[in-house]
């Protein structure tokens, strides 16, 4: 190296770490890189990766945003926890222990439905005073029964129970929170009493599968199972369908994946990425209840249950299912009246 190089290199180096700011801040970092690695012409190859982050960087958003979802539950279990230390002496007294934990809660989830999806529940009016097993179309997550719950409890100051998957019972850090918003995962007698107790209790029939495999054209997969309607027949409540409007375009999955799909299928592992977490326009559609009949038997029920929940679908949300024109819906400042 000449006697000018070295000057040259010195005088570089001075600029960078003295602050005379003679080059860019990214020929600096270059030359620093250079100098740590001894990598000629770093700044072709950080040049590269700086356009690479700016092509990518819209993927990279819409598959972190689903997260976003799960980072707010996880905020709402170390709220439980925190909850239950401060109020623990009080427990012995307290007819109702989880109240303000509920409250605080709901007016969490409320908040985010507004701000992030404009979230509207129409046909509240449609739930029973007394109990009644609501059936609702399963999105790539529950995010939309969870505002529904929230609404619920701040407008009618009720609970509704849920059944979960077993899977999400062994997810860490879930059970306090599952146990105070009244999630179970069955059996069929611990369902039938909760509503025999006059309670509210949700189910989806399609589940896990239904959530991961289903798609914009919102086709129900409920299979064979009708366990749901004959939990309804012997605690003699009604069905109430329930549906929300553009689920599946705030969050979608890629279950069009054959190997997924089998992997599920034959281990029952959900491992189906997930992406988006658009601030899409949802809404709840709550459909008229489906009457306890005694003669009615569980598959009879399971038809009708299913004909209501696909007529919601059919009113309320246009197929196949378009992430831009459910983005474009916030700005509808009314529901339209049927």
């Known amino acids: 190296m000449s006697l000018s190089e070295d000057q040259e290199m010195i005088d570089r180096n001075e600029s960078c770490t003295a602050g005379q700011m003679p080059m860019s801040y990214f020929t600096c970092l270059a030359y620093i890189l250079k100098e740590w690695t001894g990598v000629e012409h770093i700044e072709d190859y950080l040049s590269y ?21 799960l980072l707010f539950i996880y905020i709402s279990i170390i709220f439980v926890h925190i909850y239950k230390r401060k109020n623990e002496l009080k427990e012995a007294y307290s007819n109702d222990f989880w109240d303000g934990a509920k409250q605080m809660l709901a007016t969490l989830w409320d908040g985010h439905a507004r701000i992030w999806h404009g979230y509207e529940l129409h046909g509240i009016e449609n739930i029973p005073e007394g109990p009644g097993l609501i059936v609702f179309y399963h999105g790539a997550t529950p995010v939309d029964y969870i505002y529904f719950m929230a609404k619920l409890l701040i407008l009618q100051k009720r609970t509704c129970h849920v059944v979960a998957d077993h899977f999400v019972f062994k997810l860490p850090g879930f059970k306090l929170l599952l146990d105070v918003l009244g999630v179970m995962h069955g059996p069929k007698e611990e369902c039938v009493n909760t509503l025999k107790k006059g309670q509210l209790l949700a189910i989806s029939p399609g589940g896990v599968r239904e959530a991961l495999f289903s798609d914009e054209t919102y086709v129900i997969m409920w299979g064979n199972r009708k366990g749901f309607a004959q939990v309804a027949i012997d605690a003699k409540v009604p069905v109430i369908p329930m549906f929300t409007q553009n689920v599946r375009e705030g969050i979608r999955t890629l279950g069009g994946i054959k190997i997924f799909r089998s992997l599920y299928e034959h281990l029952r592992l959900p491992v189906v990425p997930m992406y988006g977490g658009f601030p899409v326009k949802l809404r709840t559609f709550i459909g008229e209840p489906i009457p306890y009949e005694p003669n009615v038997t569980a598959e009879e029920l399971t038809a009708k249950a299913k004909a209501a929940v696909q007529s919601l679908i059919d009113k309320h949300q246009k197929i196949p299912g378009n992430v831009f024109r459910a983005l474009m819906e916030r700005f509808q400042t009314r529901q339209k009246e049927d």
């Open 49 to 69: 990766a700086v356009y690479l982050l700016w092509v990518f960087f819209p993927l990279i958003i819409v598959f972190l945003l689903p997260g976003v979802i």
